[in-house]
């Protein structure tokens, strides 16, 4: 019986790989700081949550758990495309909240993008799942 091994996945751009975790820090820094806010309660957020979102504000602990954790599997290398799809799911939860408010939830979405861009550029697989190509 042959073993053949996988194809190799093309060579990195040094310039797109460092865009990507450009990318990705700019995204897991915003949501690292967002996690930090409900884990200290502030006090902002949990007038947000209870009286504007009407959510009991104390999930905001749970939630802010929740958001480290998915930040957590987002960075790691190994991890990452699951990370990015948990923070999508964290992420559509938020703007599903937003829009029942009728509030901006332009936010949320940005960050999905960034935080799905940044692992695109550095990551070949996804790459692969995921070209963009161009006609000639």
Do not use: N
Request: net charge positive; proline share 9%; hydrophobic share 50%.
């Amino acid at each position: 019986m042959s073993t053949t091994s996988p194809p190799a996945a093309p060579p990195l751009d040094r310039r797109q790989l460092w865009a990507g975790r450009v990318l990705s820090a700019f995204a897991a820094l915003g949501l690292t700081g967002s996690a930090l806010g409900k884990l200290t309660g502030a006090p902002a957020l949990k007038e947000m949550m209870g009286g504007k979102f009407g959510f009991d504000p104390g999930i905001l602990p749970k939630l802010g758990v929740l958001e480290l954790a998915c930040v957590v599997v987002y960075v790691l290398p190994r991890t990452s495309m699951f990370g990015a799809i948990l923070l999508a799911g964290y992420l559509g939860g938020a703007v599903v909240t937003h829009v029942r408010v009728a509030d901006p939830f332009v936010a949320p979405i940005v960050i999905g993008v960034v935080a799905w861009l940044g692992l695109w550029l550095r990551e070949p697989r996804l790459r692969e799942l995921l070209p963009f190509r161009r006609d000639s």
